[in-house]
């Protein structure tokens, strides 16, 4: 699935990391100790311009920080793929499959050549469980997301797509 992943970490990338998580909401309102875990677990993958990184249905069990490049969300129709959104350096996705098993309803692919950091749902579920408060502090922070979302959207949705809007009410 990916080109190729980086588990020799040096000081200063784990630094990086760090950093990066604390500016993330979905991360920094977690215990320090446990932001430093992540950004220990945390592991660097290249992705080759057009290469998958899931398809649709797939359990891809991870987030996603894009640090450089380009990711394509996309959706099937049909023997076609339609292009949902594309996603730059400092997107976050996938933090609901840190949470638990969810099926891709998109494909994702590499746009360009581009360099990720991703936390696994195993790291996270054990730093769950290392930090129990962690688990009402990501939900917490989901909750924000998926608001901030929909209110973005409904500020750019036309009238005829209202209909799918609501998912702030579910």
Same mark, same amino acid.
């Given at each position: 699935?990916?080109?190729?992943?980086?588990?020799?970490?040096?000081?200063?990338?784990?630094?990086?990391?760090?950093? *990066?998580?604390?500016?993330?909401?979905?991360?920094?309102?977690?215990?320090?100790?446990?932001?430093?875990?992540?950004?220990?677990?945390?592991?660097?993958?290249?992705?080759?311009?057009?290469? #998958?990184?899931?398809?649709?249905?797939?359990?891809?069990?991870?987030?996603?920080?894009? *640090?450089?490049?380009?990711?394509?969300?996309?959706?099937?129709?049909?023997? #076609?793929?339609?292009?949902?959104?594309?996603?730059?350096?400092?997107?976050?996705?996938? #933090?609901?499959?840190? *949470?638990?098993?969810?099926?891709? *309803?998109?494909?994702?692919?590499?746009?360009?050549?581009?360099?990720?950091?991703?936390?696994?749902?195993?790291?996270?579920?054990?730093?769950?469980?290392?930090?129990?408060?962690?688990?009402?502090?990501?939900?917490?922070?989901?909750?924000?997301?998926?608001?901030?979302?929909?209110?973005?959207?409904?500020?750019?949705?036309?009238?005829?797509?209202?209909?799918?809007?609501?998912?702030?009410?579910?």
């Amino acid at each position: 699935m990916s080109s190729s992943m980086e588990s020799n970490k040096q000081p200063s990338e784990m630094q990086e990391n760090l950093a *990066l998580l604390q500016e993330l909401d979905f991360f920094s309102a977690l215990p320090l100790k446990a932001i430093k875990l992540l950004a220990f677990v945390a592991e660097r993958q290249h992705f080759s311009e057009d290469e #998958t990184i899931f398809e649709e249905g797939d359990d891809y069990g991870r987030a996603y920080i894009i *640090l450089s490049g380009e990711l394509t969300l996309m959706k099937k129709s049909g023997n #076609t793929k339609q292009v949902v959104q594309h996603f730059h350096q400092g997107n976050l996705l996938g #933090t609901l499959s840190l *949470l638990g098993v969810i099926p891709s *309803l998109f494909l994702l692919k590499a746009g360009k050549k581009s360099t990720v950091l991703t936390i696994s749902r195993e790291h996270y579920t054990k730093i769950q469980e290392q930090f129990p408060e962690t688990t009402a502090l990501s939900l917490k922070a989901l909750i924000r997301e998926v608001y901030q979302w929909e209110r973005k959207n409904l500020t750019q949705a036309q009238l005829c797509c209202l209909k799918q809007a609501g998912v702030t009410i579910l």
